[in-house]
Each structure stands twice: as C-alpha cells, then as structure tokens.
C-alpha cells in the first residue's frame, strides 16, 4: 500500500511559479511510472506531465515548456514545477504513480487546488 500527500498548491497570479510536491510512504524508486493530473471544473481529469523510472517525460502541449516534473529520491517526492501560471492552468491537481505488484497497481494522492488569477 502506498500513500501519497500532495502539498503546495495555493492562490497565485498569472506569470507566477508555483512547486508541487507529492511526498509517498514508499521509495520513489519502487515506482515504473509517476505522473501530474489535474481536472478543472465541469471538465475531465487530464493528463498534465509523466515520467517512468528511467526518466523518460511526457507533457502536454498545453504545459511544454512551462512545467517540469521531477522526482527527489531523498526526500521521496514527486514535484511539478509550474512557471508562467496562466489562469486556464486553475485546477485540482492529483499525484499519480504506477507500482508493480501482484500486477500493476496506480495510487492517487488527494490533490491540492491551484488557482491563477489575471
């Protein structure tokens, strides 16, 4: 069982930056694959940013170039970095990561708001 506690979200203007961190019960080096979620109002949950255990990133075009997602193997984190905050960046945003075990199994985090004001 992994737990996973997203923090770091909060009220921030358009063209700021904001850091999220998802901080697991396990070592982040236990997980195949990590990712950044997010689901606005009215809309469907989204896939923001990836990234397997070797590094391998994914992103959507909508973020390419303004958020980066990494994680800290010391302190058993997975961030998202989020530069240029632009108000349609608002959302809830959810932590994911993959494990292999008996066979693959995905764990969520709560989520924590982000809003970008104009």
Do not use: H
Request: charged share 20%.
């Amino acid at each position: 069982q992994v737990q996973l506690l997203e923090s770091g979200g909060g009220l921030v203007q358009a063209g700021d930056s904001l850091r999220l961190s998802c901080r697991a019960s396990v070592s982040v080096l236990s997980f195949d694959y990590m990712a950044w979620y997010r689901q606005a109002p009215g809309e469907q949950r989204e896939l923001v940013a990836g990234s397997t255990a070797y590094g391998v990133t994914y992103y959507a075009d909508s973020v390419k170039g303004r958020f980066t997602i990494f994680k800290d193997n010391a302190k058993n984190t997975v961030d998202l970095q989020m530069n240029s905050l632009r108000p349609e960046d608002t959302a809830v945003y959810y932590c994911k990561v993959t494990r292999q075990e008996l066979r693959s199994t995905d764990y969520w985090g709560q989520g924590t708001q982000v809003t970008v004001s104009s």
